[in-house]
């Protein structure tokens, strides 16, 4: 099934497609829509390469402080031999019994204890201002309650734990979208499917991932090569992918991924063949859509972003390559892979080459030393992997006509749970809330320590995700038939 295919697919009629509508669209998550209200008030030392960023002076912060608007507790960061932070975003196991607090829990003074070591299906971080054990933090501001979850013909639908987009300027989306089209009709992309382009509305997600630009010429320019890695998957990945090599002869389009993403990287980070072979690379690489527009989306975002951003583009995107082969491979063996590997696989293949030129329309650099570090690579990879868990949400029920050449988490889950398709959907929602959580809790200290291009950066990976999520709940396919 493909990205395209997917994001312009009608209505879902899945059985289950209410319940994923629930979680993509219900708004009564308490993630704050801004993650710092402060900055750090003293310059810190740079990172060296075996430690985390540490701050040189000042305090140290215990929470993140301030998040403001509808039921926006501050969550704490977690304090040495402190249990109060149990599971508190319910959802059913594979034994079907509900796991976290149930609503008649509210009074209860005892706190939950914290999750077992090991156990990813209950290690779900605390939703903020749900439960007694925010309760008793009065120092920590807190908004107006929240309903805790939506209903689906009387079953409990727990929200999405996500910041909510900071910007929806349908102008903007419009202008970037209008470009993408025209730009794939100049270089002969999607070529007949251009209303499927249209439909599928990238310019909206662009313009909302990306709230600090407000240039829709740089808006483009990240679009033109989000579409590019996207159509990656549409043409060399899907089962009717052309059967020729690149040089014309018969293949397969199994055998011939490999070689089709090697020919990208040639175009990405373009190879300097000697004199008599250089024109047979250069017509291979006139002949394919694909290869044409990474050629002229990344020439595009060269007019912004410097060398390194650049170079930071084509890492993220060649991890994602080495994925994409990982799962021809389940495909080519008929092998349903085990849970670990399949997220181990959705870490690079995920929203992580869309986010990396955060800082290049946001009019900045993140040090390399920065961006490299092991603790911010951890909470970037994590804010990817938290996205990714909202795309096989919102992909599953069209996934489920691919006849398994797909994989969405709730799939695999299923498979190795031997649990229900609902079971499984609900413990996806788990394990992304779990990932957001982390990803707050870990960045608070970073951000303290870090330099101010470093704090930005990480501000606009949270709004990355809250616009991520406002474009998955707007999709045609859980939107009401017009």
């Given at each position: 099934m493909s990205v395209l295919s997917r994001a312009a697919a009608p209505a879902a009629t899945h059985d289950l497609a209410a319940d994923i509508a629930t979680l993509l669209t219900n708004p009564d998550s308490a993630a704050p829509a801004e993650l710092f209200t402060e900055a750090a008030t003293e310059p810190p030392a740079p990172p060296d390469d075996s430690s985390p960023p540490s701050r040189a002076a000042g305090p140290t912060p215990v929470r993140l402080l301030g998040p403001r608007g509808l039921g926006a507790a501050a969550l704490r960061l977690p304090v040495p031999g402190d249990r109060t932070t149990g599971p508190t975003t319910p959802y059913l196991g594979p034994d079907s019994v509900p796991i976290g607090p149930s609503e008649s829990d509210a009074?209860?003074?005892?706190?939950?204890?914290?999750?077992?070591?090991?156990?990813?299906?209950?290690?779900?971080?605390?939703?903020?201002?749900?439960?007694?054990?925010?309760?008793?933090?009065?120092?920590?501001?807190?908004g107006p309650a929240v309903p805790v979850a939506g209903r689906v013909n009387g079953a409990r639908i727990p929200p999405l734990y996500c910041p909510p987009p900071l910007r929806d300027d349908?102008?903007?989306a419009t202008a970037v979208n209008e470009g993408l089209l025209a730009w794939a009709e100049d270089i002969g992309l999607y070529e007949g499917r251009l209303d499927e382009l249209r439909k599928a509305d990238f310019g909206r997600l662009i313009m909302l991932a990306h709230p600090d630009c407000a240039n829709a010429d740089q808006l483009l320019a990240a679009a033109k090569c989000a579409v590019s890695e996207?159509?990656?998957d549409d043409y060399y990945c899907e089962e009717d992918a052309d059967d020729r090599a690149p040089d014309g002869t018969p293949s397969s389009p199994e055998a011939e991924l490999g070689p089709r993403l090697e020919l990208c990287m040639a175009v990405?980070?373009?190879?300097?063949?000697?004199?008599?072979?250089?024109?047979?690379?250069?017509?291979?690489?006139?002949?394919?859509?694909?290869?044409?527009?990474?050629?002229?989306?990344?020439?595009h975002l060269a007019r912004y972003a410097t060398p390194a951003q650049l170079a930071r583009l084509r890492t993220e995107i060649g991890g994602w390559f080495i994925a994409l082969g990982a799962e021809a491979g389940w495909r080519g063996a008929g092998r349903m892979p085990p849970v670990w590997e399949y997220l181990a696989n959705r870490q690079p293949h995920s929203f992580l080459p869309c986010m990396a030129p955060i800082d290049t329309l946001g009019g900045y650099e993140v040090p390399a030393a920065e961006y490299t570090h092991p603790a911010v690579r951890r909470v970037t990879t994590t804010a990817a992997l938290a996205a990714q868990m909202v795309n096989d949400l919102y992909s599953m029920a069209r996934e489920d006509l691919s006849n398994g050449r797909e994989f969405n988490?709730?799939?695999?889950?299923?498979?190795?749970?031997?649990?229900?398709?609902?079971?499984?959907?609900?413990h996806t929602a788990a394990v992304h809330d779990e990932l957001v959580h982390r990803f707050e809790r870990e960045a608070a200290p970073l951000a303290a320590s870090g330099s101010p291009e470093l704090r930005r950066f990480l501000l606009g990976l949270w709004a990355w995700m809250g616009g991520n999520r406002a474009w998955h709940a707007d999709s045609r396919r859980y939107k009401d038939a017009e």
């Amino acid at each position: 099934m493909s990205v395209l295919s997917r994001a312009a697919a009608p209505a879902a009629t899945h059985d289950l497609a209410a319940d994923i509508a629930t979680l993509l669209t219900n708004p009564d998550s308490a993630a704050p829509a801004e993650l710092f209200t402060e900055a750090a008030t003293e310059p810190p030392a740079p990172p060296d390469d075996s430690s985390p960023p540490s701050r040189a002076a000042g305090p140290t912060p215990v929470r993140l402080l301030g998040p403001r608007g509808l039921g926006a507790a501050a969550l704490r960061l977690p304090v040495p031999g402190d249990r109060t932070t149990g599971p508190t975003t319910p959802y059913l196991g594979p034994d079907s019994v509900p796991i976290g607090p149930s609503e008649s829990d509210a009074g209860v003074d005892e706190p939950p204890a914290g999750p077992p070591d090991g156990n990813v299906a209950t290690s779900v971080g605390p939703a903020q201002g749900a439960g007694p054990a925010e309760a008793r933090r009065p120092s920590i501001p807190s908004g107006p309650a929240v309903p805790v979850a939506g209903r689906v013909n009387g079953a409990r639908i727990p929200p999405l734990y996500c910041p909510p987009p900071l910007r929806d300027d349908p102008a903007l989306a419009t202008a970037v979208n209008e470009g993408l089209l025209a730009w794939a009709e100049d270089i002969g992309l999607y070529e007949g499917r251009l209303d499927e382009l249209r439909k599928a509305d990238f310019g909206r997600l662009i313009m909302l991932a990306h709230p600090d630009c407000a240039n829709a010429d740089q808006l483009l320019a990240a679009a033109k090569c989000a579409v590019s890695e996207w159509s990656v998957d549409d043409y060399y990945c899907e089962e009717d992918a052309d059967d020729r090599a690149p040089d014309g002869t018969p293949s397969s389009p199994e055998a011939e991924l490999g070689p089709r993403l090697e020919l990208c990287m040639a175009v990405m980070d373009p190879a300097h063949l000697p004199a008599r072979y250089a024109p047979q690379l250069e017509r291979a690489l006139q002949a394919d859509p694909i290869l044409r527009a990474f050629r002229t989306s990344f020439e595009h975002l060269a007019r912004y972003a410097t060398p390194a951003q650049l170079a930071r583009l084509r890492t993220e995107i060649g991890g994602w390559f080495i994925a994409l082969g990982a799962e021809a491979g389940w495909r080519g063996a008929g092998r349903m892979p085990p849970v670990w590997e399949y997220l181990a696989n959705r870490q690079p293949h995920s929203f992580l080459p869309c986010m990396a030129p955060i800082d290049t329309l946001g009019g900045y650099e993140v040090p390399a030393a920065e961006y490299t570090h092991p603790a911010v690579r951890r909470v970037t990879t994590t804010a990817a992997l938290a996205a990714q868990m909202v795309n096989d949400l919102y992909s599953m029920a069209r996934e489920d006509l691919s006849n398994g050449r797909e994989f969405n988490l709730p799939t695999v889950l299923a498979a190795e749970e031997q649990c229900s398709r609902r079971e499984a959907v609900l413990h996806t929602a788990a394990v992304h809330d779990e990932l957001v959580h982390r990803f707050e809790r870990e960045a608070a200290p970073l951000a303290a320590s870090g330099s101010p291009e470093l704090r930005r950066f990480l501000l606009g990976l949270w709004a990355w995700m809250g616009g991520n999520r406002a474009w998955h709940a707007d999709s045609r396919r859980y939107k009401d038939a017009e």
